[in-house]
């Protein structure tokens, strides 16, 4: 027999005469409130089945600065056990007490104007609170979109895709929690003002308990994901990632058990907070230098004699390998996918990106996205030259490397420079980013600079992205469709 059961429920400072009905048939059905974490998520222990009344109590526990500690927590449950009600647990700043049905207690709430101002305060915090998350959801929003529609590395990694689905529901809750807490202080400063009972929510209950279960089981899918990504992908950048929201989680809960419930003024607390913010940005500092030392190292992820990439040693005996760096990811979109560069003494990285997706459909779109990401490439490395070229009435011989050429420079010239810079630009990429038809032979294959070093090929639902060689050199064709299966 189970001792423990776990539901998803919601406490706020809203609605708590709900749950105090809620735990009151919980126990008398032998479930007895152990702990109640983040509002949401309710754990009883088994009981004999007995009828309890429950009382739910507003008591601020934390502010900006300030926190109470154990001694005044203690000495606000010992008044009420003095008065009759027995300490069950607490979420944030609501406390939960029960008492048997048929005991007389004092009632803990005896002053509804003194309770409002007290869940006035507490909804004033939590609002403010909701007022700095709910932009930053937003951008997470706006960024996130734009990165599921054009960006290579999200149609690849699972951990943002299953993110993109978590931030929508974090939003609705934000937004409902604004507007119900916002409904609830208008309603009983109205109320206060009349001499009015206060008034509680009691609807809408599954509208919050939806949410929180959908974003529960989101959450669970992404520590899921990391968890084998980290070991069974071997993904050392993950796991680096998560080392500075570990050391910022740290340091922020040092803060709020030293600093906080310090008996000192504002200034010594505002100035342990800036020694703590500062402190967070140094530690983060030195493990992003060391991260990137780290990620710099030769990492053997993927035995090359095993995987679709390409290696020095396959191409010449007299420019071996010397060092390699590889990583393998996994999505719902691209299961499989897995980066290789192999590095020489004589040679720049020769680099591999391989993604076998779902679909040929998303195999199309991620064929589409390196396309872009190449024409994106090529805009940044040369539209400055571009762009002083008109404005200085004078070529620019490096821009001879990216196609755009002389002549073509001067049937521009005479033109207004902002249409001679975006005609410039759409030479650029139609002499660059070239479509193949006679070498590769394969369902896709495009160059994505006038070099021809760069090269994005699609086999069926296959995607191979790959770098460092003239690929339009058939001995080279040869040789890589040999290494990569592609004569089959």
Known sequence: MMNFKIEINYLNIDNYPIVEAHLEDMASNGWLI???FAGTIFIYKRIEAEELDFSISPYEIETAFTRKTKVDLEEFHTVSKNVGWDY?????DLHVYFKPKESKAVPIHTDEEEEFKTLEFIAKKYLRAQYILLPFLIFLSWWNIGSIINNIHSMKNGYTQIASLLIPFAFLISIIHIIDLKKFLKKNRKNTENGDHLEFRYSNQWINKALYSASYIIFLSLIVYSLYSIVSLKNTTLLIGFLPVVIGFSLGTLSRIII???????????????VTLILAFIIGGRINISNFNFLSQSQDVIDPDNYKVLTYDSF????????KRSSKNASFLIPSSYDYTSFSKKEGPLRTEYSKALTESLARNLVSRYIQKGKNSLRGNYSLEIEQSFIEKSYNSHLAN????????NRLRNEKSHDAIDKAEEILFKNSVTKDDDLWHLDETYFLNYEKDEVVLRNENEVFYLSGLDFSDPAIVNETKAQLNLDE
């Open 34 to 36: 152990h702990k109640i």
């Open 88 to 92: 069950a647990t607490k979420s944030y």
């Open 260 to 274: 906080k419930p310090i008996r000192k003024g504002l200034g010594f607390k505002v100035t342990g907070f800036i």
């Open 316 to 323: 010449s005996s007299e420019n071996p390998e010397t060092k």
């Open 402 to 409: 990216s196609g755009f050429t002389e002549e073509d420079y």
